[in-house]
């Protein structure tokens, strides 16, 4: 089969590799239909992420058609069409029983990696290094999803691929970065990052019921499908405004309520600090860059909530601990626990409340994913979100 | 409280003392570098007055250069006191500042009662540097051979005492999650273990179970004679707070003889056991959660291996179905 293989630094290759096979009793065989790339898969092709391999099968956001099935799979059958959640994770454990499924303690063979380096271990996720289990991804034509039974969501045959697809991961993700917020009626929500994840945080705080929802970023048009088609009340370009001055604008003095951080550790931002970060995560001394984190503490009200959805791998430095105990912040985060969304949000996307196609702009085959990834890594084109059709 | 040491079977600990004094002389050895640092690069016209060498420009760079070396040696024992690397970096330093010392006899300007001094106070705590480095690299290569193997090793499991009790009771369960292990065969209360050695070598000794406390502990050891590798281990079931189900925690003591046989057997146990038994620990947690080993398309494979499905009759580790 065709797959999308990492290759080192910004180098992605679509090649020829052997078809999957069942490896685990309750695995199933998906022939992929839509897959999509990722913004956090931007992070995997700029080489911020250790433990990847030359060779390895890219992509954790995909969809498709059952073609075989493990023989302890109950659930689902051959010609079954399912949207595959990004995290994978066996159900039984006490991690996945409490529906923290991104925190399922029997679904990455690598723990041991993931310990030297965050203390304990997350999940497995499809095509997200070997600290996190070594799966290949769905970038390709086929792909092996384990715990079947679990994970996968069957789909409805009158909504289509560009409609569901984003269950997989950033609707979810961007979703339960809103949901963490607490949100209630009369809020100001500020999402800092108007990329994909941020689109749907945005669209999410509205659904949760917030008064205001205001998305920083600096591509205009990012802010302008945050305002047109995400629901954003106000946006802030930040090479333009000084963010401070306008959120303090909106917010008659207080800050928001809560901050969404959905950028995560390729920020980018002006000034000394800037430089100081990118020259440090040249000299591998702090590999993540946390500017919008930061600026996100700083700016969020006394005893607001700071909800961080997108993706640190490593250490950050100069954060402001000192803001957070003496104005009360909460901070809430977490890879997105995908599996407690699927039904619930499937159920909105039935019933109208919103259809997720709107931030694609790009969809590709397969056979040109490096295009895509260079398209949605320099931002040409107005790249929003790359869709690659598999079949 | 929670007391952390525990006992086999037969009453002995089998937690180990390690000695204390070359830690603290690799930590007193760091202290005075770190001092002796601190004072050439602050102060470096003062150390060339105290030791006898004229106070020029040149001396301070070479004094301020000095100082940084002492700092690097003193920073890196503080950080690791029984290192024979930092150590022998000292002896290093010890002989460039001897060297030095005696280009000063040559110098005209130099004070040759200082220099003397100076020299005679390097001489000696080479002595201290070279003695220290050269016992911990014997101790080091020692502990690498000799040194019995003990891990001690706890998970969470989510299901009752008695059941996790039940598996492991049944120890030709074993190898199925312990992945140095071939195979069990239990006859007549006595059983007899099979493991994959080096160079496809195959390992195998017989064991008895001393200690059988029905959901709650089991214990075992080698038949003495069966083996070189005299062993024992015990697994210990209790019930976790908050339904979670059971805490189980092994404890393994292996006495891998001195030499070539010693060192096969650490190669066996890879260079660190306690991540090996934790391995086989999450495992065991996958087999009773979730009825099986889980594997992942790098995992099945015994080496590294990038992340994409298997040729068919690839060599792999994992069950391919």
Not at chain 2, 15 to 38: D, N
Request: charge should be neutral; aromatic fraction near 6%; glycine fraction near 10%.
């Amino acid at each position: 089969m065709k797959a999308n293989c990492w290759y080192g630094k910004r180098k992605v290759i679509v090649e020829d590799v052997p078809d999957p096979q069942i490896l685990n009793a309750h695995d199933v065989i998906i022939r992929v239909t839509s897959t999509a790339i990722c913004g956090s898969d931007l992070h995997l092709y700029n080489g911020f992420i250790p433990t990847m391999e030359h060779g390895d099968v890219l992509g954790h956001e995909f969809m498709g058609e059952v073609v075989e099935v493990g023989r302890n799979v109950k659930k689902l059958k051959v010609g079954d069409r399912v949207v595959v959640p990004f995290p994978i994770a066996c159900g039984h454990c006490h991690a996945c029983q409490q529906g923290t499924t991104s925190l399922c303690e029997n679904s990455n063979p690598n723990a041991w990696m993931a310990e030297k380096l965050w203390g304990h271990s997350p999940c497995g996720i499809f095509g997200y290094s070997h600290l996190l289990g070594g799966f290949a991804g769905g970038q390709a034509e086929y792909a092996r999803v384990p715990f079947a039974d679990f994970g996968p969501i069957k789909v409805p045959a009158h909504l289509s691929d560009d409609q569901v697809l984003f269950l997989s991961d950033i609707f979810p993700t961007g979703y339960m970065g809103a949901e963490m917020c607490d949100i209630k009626p009369g809020q100001v929500i500020a999402v800092w990052g108007a990329g994909p994840v941020g689109q749907f945080a945005i669209a999410s705080a509205k659904l949760l019921g917030a008064e205001r929802v205001i998305s920083i970023d600096r591509f205009p048009y990012r802010l302008q499908m945050a305002a047109e088609k995400a629901g954003a009340t106000d946006i802030i370009n930040y090479e333009q405004t000084d963010v401070h001055e306008a959120l303090m604008e909106f917010t008659g003095g207080r800050g928001p309520d809560a901050c969404i951080d959905a950028v995560g550790l390729e920020s980018h931002a002006h000034g000394p600090m800037y430089a100081l970060d990118r020259t440090k995560q040249a000299l591998m001394v702090e590999p993540d860059r946390p500017l919008a984190l930061r600026q996100a503490i700083r700016e969020c009200k006394n005893g607001g909530i700071v909800s961080v959805s997108g993706v640190y791998g490593g250490f950050v430095d100069t954060f402001p601990m000192g803001a957070v105990v003496n104005r009360a912040l909460t901070i809430r985060s977490g890879q997105c626990h995908a599996h407690r969304y699927l039904a619930p949000l499937l159920e909105r996307i039935e019933r109208g409340e919103i259809d997720p196609s709107f931030v694609i702009t790009h969809r590709l085959p397969l056979a040109d994913a490096a295009k895509g990834y260079d398209l949605f890594h320099k931002k040409l084109e107005g790249c929003e979100k790359v869709v690659l059709k598999a079949a | 409280m929670q007391q952390l040491t525990h006992e086999t079977s037969n009453g002995h600990p089998i937690s180990q003392s390690r000695p204390r004094r070359a830690k603290r002389r690799g930590r007193g050895l760091g202290w005075f570098s770190v001092g002796l640092g601190l004072a050439e690069l602050l102060a470096p016209g003062g150390i060339a007055r105290l030791i006898g060498v004229p106070d020029n420009s040149r001396s301070r760079l070479i004094l301020r250069g000095l100082g940084v070396r002492e700092l690097t040696s003193g920073i890196g024992l503080l950080a690791q006191p029984e290192s024979p690397g930092w150590l022998w970096s000292r002896v290093l330093g010890d002989a460039m500042d001897l060297v030095l010392l005696g280009d000063g006899f040559t110098i005209k300007r130099g004070r040759q009662g200082r220099l003397l001094a100076a020299t005679a106070a390097v001489a000696g705590v080479t002595a201290i540097d070279a003695f220290s480095a050269a016992s911990q690299t014997r101790n080091a290569t020692l502990s690498k051979v000799g040194a019995p193997i003990h891990v001690r090793k706890t998970i969470t499991i989510k299901r009752t005492p008695q059941e996790v009790y039940e598996f492991w009771r049944d120890l030709s369960n074993l190898p199925t999650f312990m992945a140095h292990l071939e195979s069990i065969e239990v006859t007549n209360g006595v059983s007899t273990w099979r493991a994959k050695g080096p160079l496809a070598l195959s390992i195998s000794w017989q064991a008895e179970v001393t200690l059988d406390h029905p959901g709650q502990s089991i214990a075992w050891r080698s038949v003495e004679g069966t083996t070189n590798v005299p062993n024992r281990g015990v697994v210990r079931f209790a019930p976790a707070p908050g339904d979670r189900g059971t805490e189980v925690e092994v404890e393994l003591k292996y006495e891998p003889p001195v030499g070539a046989l010693g060192a096969a057997v650490a190669k066996l146990f890879g260079e660190e056991p306690s991540q090996q038994i934790a391995s086989d620990l999450r495992r065991l947690k996958q087999v009773l959660e979730t009825g099986e080993v889980l594997h992942s398309d790098a995992s099945i494979h015994p080496g590294l291996h990038p992340a994409r499905p298997a040729r068919k009759g690839a060599d792999t580790k994992g069950s391919l179905q």
